[in-house]
């Protein structure tokens, strides 16, 4: 076009405008499609990330989920997530459509000079070399960025949980400066990934401008000895220009691309996890007995938790546990319901061993009753049903016979009434009840009672214990360091434990 206004072919030019503006319409357009297609697969990308990272995370065994805090995985979902999804979408769709643009700016340098191609090309390399120098230096900050995030997630998930403790004891001018600390370091963070990526942009310009001088000086020369036409030349110059921004974003894209590798294995690693211990298919049943057979189980190599421990217990009995603190309780039941798969020796459900059963099932078989029953701040009806579909007898059922029902009087809308962070808004017996009616609408046939009614007044623990042990089809075992009054006879067999071994009460007066 500017060697036709330098001929002064008007007709030409204004024939060749109607092309010009189409050519412009049409990356216009190809911009605005790139644009949209980007924030699209963005969002989706980010939504399929952070809910295939929560599955992960929630599909973690109860044995390796303590490995790192809860508001560590929270970090991971809430800022992980999006540093990764931002560093890898950004940088790929830039990568491919100024990609593109630069293959086809190339091929146009080409057409019209080959030697002014092969320069502007060589000067547009040399200027992503310097830069992708960055590449170990950005991982590495956006890895120790990650790690500090989580540590601040920590600080404040901690000091919200103990907010009563602070209060009570006017501790937060004490406390207050291990989350003042933390989020100091990721500040300071911020601050080193700030000037990382400034440094990079401006390098990447210096080096752009470089190439720009040397091109234009070449080219410059070429057109004064008449071997391009100024038209040429300003074509080159404004291609050159073109195809040097696409190399320059290549220099800027590449090191935050590359250096996101350690977030992603982090992240696919906790998607990706499967079972280490328990893969069985075996269907989970209980129509004779629970065996336990030379139980052995230790936590460290020299220090033994439970040794060559054996005990039966028959369908729908009831047995009783005891024991103090530190005898081994709470491991035998993680034991028994597939927390841990290491031990030694054998548990069998009728004869099938525990490695063998499906871990569905088994969770569909039994349930654990603990102490400290978690409740969601939701109503007490999803409480219950945690989501699932009961039919309405079914569901009744559950209410009554865990004696929910007792209390439904005092709470703001029945079953619909919220619970409150935690069942703050319910009492201690209140929630028991709510967590046995969990396991009684899933009809599960074994009951583990962990110190479950010991934090509640004794004489609704004394009801309560004393309702499971008048269900028939239920297997119950109570592990506890005392059975309540009046209790100790309505008990089939009642065991005790001691340096992780089993013996029945008979047996220690002979």
Not at 170 to 175: D, H, I, V
Not at 399 to 423: Q, T
Request: charged content about 20%; hydrophobic content about 45%; proline content about 2%.
């Amino acid at each position: 076009m500017i060697d036709l206004i330098v001929s002064g072919n008007m007709s030409g030019f204004l024939d060749f405008l109607w092309v010009a503006g189409a050519a412009v319409m049409g990356i216009a357009l190809g911009y605005f499609l790139d644009g949209i297609a980007e924030k699209w697969f963005t969002a989706k990308f980010w939504e399929s990330l952070r809910n295939d990272l929560y599955d992960g995370v929630m599909k973690r065994s109860v044995t390796h989920f303590p490995e790192k805090d809860t508001a560590v995985y929270m970090s991971y979902i809430n800022s992980t997530v999006g540093t990764v999804v931002q560093n890898l979408t950004r940088p790929v769709f830039y990568l491919i459509s100024y990609g593109v643009s630069a293959v086809v700016v190339l091929g146009i340098m080409i057409w019209y000079s080959p030697l002014l191609a092969v320069l502007s090309f060589a000067c547009g390399a040399l200027s992503i070399i310097l830069p992708l120098s960055f590449n170990k230096r950005f991982g590495k900050l956006m890895t120790e960025s990650v790690e500090l995030a989580a540590a601040m997630s920590v600080q404040l998930k901690e000091s919200l949980n103990g907010h009563e403790v602070i209060a009570s004891y006017g501790a937060f001018p004490n406390l207050r400066w291990r989350f003042i600390k933390a989020s100091s370091d990721v500040a300071r963070m911020d601050k080193k990934m700030g000037v990382t990526i400034a440094e990079l942009e401006n390098i990447g310009r210096f080096m752009d401008r470089l190439a720009w001088v040397v091109t234009f000086f070449v080219a410059g020369t070429m057109a004064v000895r008449g071997d391009i036409t100024v038209g040429t030349l300003v074509l080159f110059i404004s291609l050159f220009g073109f195809f040097s921004s696409c190399l320059t974003v290549y220099a800027q894209m590449l090191p935050l691309l590359l250096s996101n590798r350690e977030n992603i294995k982090l992240l696919l690693g906790i998607i990706d996890e499967k079972s280490r211990e328990f893969t069985g298919s075996e269907p989970a049943h209980l129509e004779d007995a629970l065996e336990i057979c030379g139980l052995s189980f230790r936590y460290k190599e020299d220090i033994p938790v439970i040794e060559n421990l054996d005990l039966t217990i028959h369908k729908n009995e009831k047995v009783a546990l005891i024991g103090a603190s530190g005898c081994g309780k709470s491991t035998l039941i993680r034991l028994l319901t597939g927390c841990y798969g290491d031990y030694k020796g054998a548990v069998l459900y009728d004869g099938v061993e525990l490695h063998d059963i499906d871990p569905e099932g088994l969770r569909r078989l039994l349930t654990v009753i603990h102490q400290n029953t978690f409740l969601f701040n939701d109503t007490l009806r999803f409480n219950i049903c945690l989501g699932e579909d009961f039919t309405d007898e079914d569901f009744a059922r559950a209410v009554w016979l865990s004696g929910v029902e007792r209390f439904l009087g005092n709470i703001p809308g029945g079953l619909d009434g919220d619970c409150g962070e935690n069942g703050s808004k319910l009492s201690g017996g209140e929630r028991q009840r709510i967590a046995l009616a969990r396991a009684l609408i899933r009809d599960v046939k074994v009951l583990i009672l962990d110190e479950g009614v010991s934090a509640i007044d004794v004489a609704t623990a004394n009801e309560i214990e004393q309702e499971l042990l008048d269900m028939k089809d239920l297997t119950l075992l109570t592990v506890t360091h005392r059975i309540k009054d009046g209790l100790t006879q309505q008990y089939d067999r009642i065991m005790t434990m001691k340096d992780g071994t089993v013996k029945e009460e008979q047996e220690l007066f002979e």
